[in-house]
């Protein structure tokens, strides 16, 4: 049960991840503080990645909750 939510989990990064490199490559050259701001956005992502995954188990348990 739980590898269903590893596996959102895994392709929610991902995608997040693959957003931000292409978002960063437009903005590359805006500022000249990468590496602090890489890091705290990459952050960031796993953070969303991991309550958008806490969110899918929620839904799903309430769901089968309300089955009983």
Do not use: H
């Not at 050259?29 to 929620?58: C, H, K, P, R």
């Amino acid at each position: 049960m739980m590898g269903r939510y590893a596996a959102i989990f895994g392709l929610i990064l991902m995608m997040n991840a693959a957003l931000f490199f292409v978002l960063a490559m437009f903005t590359s050259g805006l500022s000249g503080d990468n590496e602090v701001l890489t890091s705290l956005a990459l952050l960031l992502v796993l953070l969303a990645s991991f309550i958008i995954t806490q969110l899918f188990y929620i839904i799903d348990f309430l769901k089968r909750n309300q089955d009983f």
